[in-house]
C-alpha cells in the first residue's frame, strides 16, 4: 500500500487575478511539470488548496496554500545528462532545436523536458519555474520547440497556442507526384483538421518515383495532424515507420519532418520573434538548391 505523506507546498501571492487552479498550478511544483500531468494530480485528488482536495473547476483568487501529496517512494531522478542545442534563451523562454529519437516529455527518465535545467540559464525573473515546454512534437520529429521558464510566461505561452496567435511551419521529405501548393482539409478524430503545403523541389527518384521538399503550415494542431494528412493525399512522408504506402517504406533514417520556424509576439518584451533553424543534413543531402533553403 502506497502511503501519501510527502508533499509540495506552495504559496499564492495575494492580490492575484482569479485563474483555474490547472492553469496556474503549471510549474509551482518541482514533481509535476506539464499541464496534463497537474490535470491528472487533480484528478487524482493530490492536490489540496487550503486543505480541501482541488477540482480541475477550483479557482484560485490569491493567498491560498495548495499542496501537491506525492507517493514517499517518489524521489527526484537522477540528472540527465543531454546536450541539446540551443537556438535562443532570454530569462523568460527559450527555444531549442529537438533531436529525432526522444520524447518531449513524459513518465520516462529520457525526455527533453528533463534535460532542459542542466542545458539552460536559471531565469532571475521573481516566477521562475523549473523550465518546460509548452508544446509538444513527435517521437521522430525534429526541430524547434518553444520552453517557458517563468509561471506568467509558461501561462501566456499556452494562451497564445490556444488561440492560435503562434506560427509554426515545418519542412518535410514527401513520395510521389504532387501539385506545387494546396490546401488539405481532412477530419481527424472526428475533429476538423487544416494543413497548406508548398512544394520547393522535386527530384525523381528511382525507388520512390519522386521526392519532394514540402513546407507544411499546420492551421489546427491535431495528433499526427500533418503525417495522417499526407497519407491521406497518397504523399507519405519519408521515413514515416506509422503512416506509410505498402512497399515504400524507407527504414533506418528516421522520420523526415522537421520543425523549420516559429513565429510569435514575446509575451514580456512584445517583441514580434521570427525564430527558424537549419533543415538537417539529411535533407538537403536528397536537393540540389540546398542553398535556397
Known amino acids: 500500500m502506497i502511503i501519501m505523506h510527502l508533499k509540495e507546498l506552495h504559496s499564492v ?34 492536490v ?3 486543505g480541501v482536495v482541488a477540482t480541475t473547476a477550483t479557482i484560485i483568487n490569491g493567498g491560498e496554500k495548495i499542496v501537491y501529496l506525492y507517493p514517499s517512494e517518489n524521489k527526484i531522478k537522477t540528472r540527465l545528462i543531454l ?13 531549442i532545436n529537438k533531436p529525432a529519437g526522444i520524447l518531449v516529455s513524459g513518465n520516462g527518465f529520457k525526455t527533453v523536458a528533463n534535460a532542459l535545467p542542466q542545458n539552460l540559464n536559471k531565469s532571475s525573473a521573481n516566477d521562475a519555474v523549473t523550465p518546460q515546454p509548452v508544446h509538444r512534437l513527435d517521437y521522430a520529429t525534429t526541430g524547434l520547440l518553444l520552453v517557458g521558464k517563468t509561471k506568467s510566461v509558461i501561462t501566456k505561452l499556452n494562451q497564445l497556442f490556444e488561440y492560435k496567435k503562434i506560427t509554426k511551419e515545418y519542412y518535410a521529405v514527401t513520395i510521389g507526384k504532387m501539385e506545387n501548393n494546396g490546401t488539405i482539409e481532412i477530419e481527424i478524430d472526428n475533429k476538423p483538421a487544416k ?6 523541389e522535386t527530384v525523381v527518384s528511382e525507388r520512390f518515383s519522386f521526392l519532394n521538399l514540402v513546407k507544411l503550415s499546420p492551421h489546427t494542431g491535431r495528433r499526427h495532424q500533418l503525417r495522417k494528412h ?6 507519405p512522408i519519408l521515413g514515416d515507420a506509422t503512416y506509410f ?17 516559429l513565429h510569435f509576439q514575446h509575451p514580456i518584451t512584445e517583441e514580434e520573434m521570427h525564430i527558424k533553424s537549419d533543415l538537417p543534413k539529411k535533407f538537403t543531402k536528397l536537393f540540389t538548391r540546398n542553398n535556397k533553403f
Do not use: C, M, W
Open 13 to 46: 501571492p495575494d492580490h492575484i487575478s482569479p485563474l483555474r487552479l490547472q492553469e496556474y498550478g503549471v510549474g509551482i511544483f518541482q514533481r509535476i511539470s506539464t499541464k496534463s500531468a497537474l490535470k491528472k494530480a487533480i484528478k487524482r485528488a493530490l
Open 48 to 50: 489540496l488548496v487550503d
Open 83 to 95: 546536450s541539446l542545442d540551443v537556438v535562443y534563451e532570454d530569462t523568460f523562454l527559450a527555444v
Open 195 to 200: 494543413s497548406s503545403f508548398e512544394v520547393l
Open 230 to 235: 499526407l497519407l491521406a493525399k497518397g504523399n
Open 245 to 261: 504506402l505498402d512497399g515504400l517504406q524507407l527504414k533506418g533514417k528516421g522520420l523526415y519532418l522537421h520543425a523549420r520556424s
